[in-house]
């Protein structure tokens, strides 16, 4: 059995998920999501989808990156066309 490199669970069904050089074994789905997704520059939340990128900070919506815009483009971002 492996060992879930967040929780620390043994489990015989856990699988594995690399990113980059980087691989993480994980015994849920929960587990990989709390170590690999990156985290929202505003709020903190993990960011499961596309997220929005604005000069080198990722947000979890158009809200959170306008919550820190300093003026610039971010204002212009909206999560629905």
């Known amino acids: 059995m492996a060992t879930c490199d967040t929780c ?4 015989d069904k856990t699988f594995t998920v690399q990113r980059g050089d980087t691989t993480g074994t994980f015994d849920s789905f929960e587990c990989a999501v709390h170590l690999i ?3 929202c520059s505003h709020c ?3 960011i499961l989808g596309h997220g929005v990128e ?3 900070a990722i947000y979890c919506c158009a809200n959170c990156a306008r919550m820190t815009a300093d003026g ?4 212009e971002l909206v999560d629905r066309a």
């Open 8 to 11: 620390g669970n043994e489990y």
């Open 72 to 75: 610039g483009a971010e204002h």
């Open 37 to 39: 997704a990156p985290a």
């Open 54 to 56: 604005v000069e080198g």
């Open 44 to 46: 903190g939340c993990r």
